[in-house]
């Protein structure tokens, strides 16, 4: 951490600044500079709290040095995590797909839908039985029937399933039933969730906050590590931004950015992103390129009655399209990663 | 709801848009204008959920008419709510200042903390028991030792306490020893957490959302009074922008908007929007000149010794101070309230 | 245009707004609904300004249909705009990629650089002479001399080149040496600027502003081609947000977005967005991926002597990794492209 | 500057950036951290380019500390700059308000309202003559006429005017008329107009541009400045966002923080800000009561037949009352100004 202090700061203010530093077990290395002091602090462990030091007198601004996260970080762990479920891997240089529809509606539905899109080419179902919904007027989903149905799903075809646990209560249900539970935008800083995440025997798909920084996803994560669990995918799904010819900005560069700093896999879910259809063949081509390891998509074989979402909702064929398409990247992609990374090192 | 079709959409689109409109029970009504079609859909109670027609062939654009929200709503409920909590009453035309530290760090921190603002003019004292936090490794509040420490400040200033509940593990706990519930701004989409809240018999004070629309801070609202508790206070508390000189943007355009769609008090965090010191004096005056029913503020004795938020915390002198400026525009501001009101209504 | 009128509205109120648009000279058609009253606006050319109904007494809203763009519409010309400069076609399915560094330094400089990036496969060479700089104090680029050198660099490499127009004063000799004619982020409303571009007899490369909305950004184009210049380029080159891991967040949907409801080319610029080096690859590899028809990359045979964006400038061998990645995505993506777009025209 | 290696950085990767700053004249102070190194640049004059160092081998991050503005800098002149127009002083505790319709539309319509709001308390009148439009096919402003009706308004009524200058050709016309020369939030960055301003013999009203930060706007204002034009008024009015409840989103904190920074007098534009005349009231009570020196605000005798901006205007009535309340605070405000100010330095 960096104190920099006001040109016109005292030099009494300067040695408060230092004896504050000091009294709380840190070493205080001043540095001074043409047109003002500041004030390296060092030797401690982990982050310190910025506020602690911005409202002492003559104090400008205090810069963090040391990221705050670890468990997370690509520094405490070099290789890439692969996290396994069922046949697939997820991390390591392959490709998952993961797919199925927003939110279960029927066995039919979700079988139907299920082996559309494993003959396409999807590893992993998704499908919504606990649904986050902004009015609580809206669908809120079929709880417990629609995680018996994901498991019959399961049953049926072999794909392993994917579900979101909304909230503290219903994560033992939700964790008996699901290969991969997923942690909603929504739910990106419910602490309890994450500690409870970090307790559970499944790997976790933890989604990126609708305004949240790359930093502040890590410590999400680094929560759900904290607890006890290693088996973390994050998914890029669009922020918030003053844009909205997409529903949500898909944050591309957040993948590198990811890549460089964590070990974590992470891959992207381009239907919420862009929310509407048009835009998700071209987004996952893109995150595929820019280094994605796994697409999350939404299909139905009947967007048009669909219950939720069914205006960003694949029809099959087009999934089967993207499939292709994201394969034919990746197939591509992978013989020059390793040149790519050497090149990006220097950068 | 009014769905505007391609100007090359064919006659053929347009029908089976009138189809699906009307195999959902409502009343397709089309608009023929100069260069395309649109087709309003009438007879819906409540809102309609846009994607079920935006994926339809030919259609363009759907765009929402009707507001989703209802029990929150001005047009549902004209006057003012009113929550009264001791002998503060929030909401019809008072000024309602909240104040205490970030985090309770012991009894005699909070005491201490109490008297000094309960003397500038606090009628309720806030204090964080259960903290939620970025890092797993920073410190996250005292538990229910902090709920005991709040109730004995209510025991000997007789000021009602604000506290938060961070998840539904605790909410029963801070049910017992909170008046008023504070659901924090990372948790405005916690459905299970708002559904809770809803059963509570406590007021709730209900933070927007770090990127959160006027219209999802109030469906938020609408969940906990869906489940019964018509006393729900608003607190705007700054939004995420590009903009760094303040932790947060303060949107105080937010307050006379809601003030205008909601009978639900409003009342201004100036201090987590701030997030530094210098300026939590100036936006208190301005949110109390915009139109807010009240502020909450951090204070602590000694800001450079807290446990978190010190940079925001004032200085209890600074404190007597701002309750001094704000009381002073509030009672200026009364007497041409309705006169201002009048003249706005024509707006 | 669609103004909807509150729930309590009056028939007075009603028959008021229909006076106002009949007095403009349009159509006025009441839509009853179940809860308020909604009127349509028909028979305009081009879009009404919304302003003119939002302040009448009862109107609770006003929502424009019709988009206000012209001749940059798709719906006014159904077929893709190439612009020819040299032997590069830009559009038409075709991936021109730009290069050159951020500022021309030295003849030497910029002919080192042109040959590495045209052995490497760009076609255009790009080099700002005249650089639009935050601060007054920094280094504003060689002006006249500039556009020598580049006019020289052209002349031993047989590349057009592309430069800035910073304003109308330079206007004219930018215009005698460019082949291409950039208009930079921070001018892409700088009105008189566009129109003097509508003027220029050379193709313009319309960057988006910071915060442009998808439609500002093409009525900025419209501008230009209602000025008499159809040869615009456009170019995405991230906007800004919240988050800070990268200079600016490229908003890649932008691009199928544009390229539905406009038939100008555009092309993507990974350099300004990224702000760093390690993302202008991957960045890269996701722009040709979604569907740009270009890429335009900052290179520097020394990037640590650059005299400005160093951080962000390719080494040679880089920017020839970036090339070979780029066609080979886009060489696979062409073949599939028209069965893409079938496919997604059904969105 | 501070530079931060990567914690695995080699002993020659941090030699090799200490001779890249020595290199460039700069003192390079290394900082050994517990888990990393830092550098220090010392000695340079002004700001130093991050981007010349952030993309050496082993480099993490480049944090800046000097602040890259000088003249306009709180540390270069501690006293308020106040800026003399006609009798009205900007700065130095007045309240100054500007008033006057979006654009001049005649003669009659000008002097009508440049009466009304003499009468209800505005120092400076205010009208547009050339328009920035969104839309070519916008109303674009009467040009020179509006100028010639500016002045006429300025002989009836003795109030000083303020009008747009919205490029370099049309400079010298609107600096023959106008009292006070208006730059617009979208050529903030337009910097040959800054240019230009910086050599006028009149004051300039200096709009925050959209997406600017302080430090953006500020170095827009050295521009001005370095120029030689010493009298520089800023004007928040409104930053984009996600938030579209308003148009722009009024960024209060704004104010405390440039009067903190710098010198140079700030006011508020609350019309542009909120797009709708309900919010222009409270907003302008917010603004005066945060300490903005001054208020812009558009009044129209006839909004509904404005040609532009017509919903934002305010009723010659509304703004009376928009005066009262604007005084009423500020006169109070003044009393404990210095106080305040006391007390906030400690922060």
Redesign the interface.
Known sequence: M?I?M???ATAAEIDAVVG?IEARGYTA?P??????V?I?V??????V?????????GVK?V?P??R???LVSR?FQVEDTVVRVGDAEIGNGHLTIIAGPCAIESDEQALTIARHVQKAGAQLFRGGAFK???????FQGMGEEGLRILAHVREETGMPVVTEA????VFDLVEAYADVIQIGA??M?????L?RAGRAGKPILLKRG??A??E?WL?AA??IM?GGNTQVILCERG????????RN?????????VQ?ESHLPIIADPSH???????????S???????AQGLMVEVHHA??T?L??????L?P??FH?LC??AH??HG??SP?RD??AD??R??
């Open positions: 960096l920099v006001d040109q016109l504050a290395r540095i001074p500079g043409g047109q003002r500041a390296g060092l030797h401690n462990h982990g982050a709290d910025a506020s602690m030091f911005l409202g002492l007198e601004e810069i040095v040391t705050p996260f670890k520094e986050p919904r902004t009015s609580p007027y809206a909304m909230d503290h209560e929504r739910n800083q419910n602490f309890s969730l500690r609708l305004s920084t790359i502040e410590m680094e929560y904290e922020v918030r931004t003053f844009a909205h010819h997409s900005t898909l944050d591309l560069s957040a993948i590198p950015v460089k992103a862009a929310g509407r259809r048009s835009q998700v063949i071209p987004l081509r893109a995150a595929v390129a820019v280094g967007p048009e669909a939720s979402d069914g205006a960003q909702s029809y064929d087009q399209e292709r398409q034919a990247i591509m992609f020059y040149h790519a090149i990006q220097s950068a």
